[in-house]
T-cell receptor, first 113, second 114 residues
């Protein structure tokens, strides 16, 4: 299983760009990376997913370098409502014959006014 | 939107009791997961099911079993609850495509075993 490591917490201010990095040194060739957001007393919510290079959607961007040993979630111009815990997940595709999912311990992002 | 519901938000049980946690999804997904979430440990996969009556162990299946009699419902069973099973339990229903999974989580059940 690809073990993931994230910073425990980060602080930011409204309007700033926030980058949260996840390390996954032993990621396998076909593994993919997904990021989730979790608010207190709720289940995690999907943010973005990718295999390599850069993926962007209406909420965030995901940067994955060529060696894929890390990935960075980028949140543009955060607001107070982005205060949450962000999880990095490395998943093994089902067609490899084995399904494995490894969540990181999460990064608690606190956005200040 | 995918809707995943869990039978209880909060549950208090005694050691040795049999506990059923139920999860229902409304999107006809084949794949469903059960996790537990503990402070400092993140989410850990207990069991998953990829079809009716099909199940596979996740990373921490000990002390748990599951049931999937209908596609929309995935139950987690604690045969004899113990205090170390006090935790937040999260169910996820999964959309799969292109080899990857996207998970839709329920609100969670906070179980306390006394």
């Amino acid at each position: 299983l690809a073990k993931t490591t994230q910073p425990i917490s980060m602080d930011s201010y409204e309007g700033q760009e926030v980058n949260i990095t996840c390390s996954h040194n032993n990621i396998a060739t076909n593994d993919y990376i997904t990021w989730y957001q979790q608010f207190p007393s709720q289940g995690p919510r999907f943010i973005i997913q990718g295999y390599k290079t850069k993926v962007t959607n209406e909420v965030a961007s995901l940067f994955i370098p060529a060696d894929r040993k890390s990935s960075t979630l980028s949140l543009p111009r955060v607001s107070l409502s982005d205060t949450a815990v962000y999880y990095c997940l490395v998943g093994t595709p089902r067609d490899t014959g084995r399904r494995a999912l490894t969540f990181g311990s999460g990064t608690r992002l606190q956005v200040q006014p | 939107d995918v809707k995943v519901t869990q039978s209880s938000r909060y549950l208090v049980k005694r050691t040795g009791e049999k506990v059923f946690l139920e999860c229902v999804q409304d999107m006809d997904h084949e794949n469903m997961f059960w996790y537990r979430q503990d402070p400092g440990l993140g989410l850990r996969l207990i069991y998953f099911s990829y079809d009716v009556k099909m199940k596979e162990k996740g990373d921490i299946p000990e002390g748990y079993s599951v049931s999937r009699e209908k596609k929309e419902r995935f139950s987690l069973i604690l045969e004899s609850a113990s205090t170390n099973q006090t935790s937040m339990y999260l169910c996820a229903s999964i959309t799969s495509g292109g080899g990857t999974d996207t998970q839709y989580f329920g609100p969670g059940t906070r179980l306390t075993v006394l």
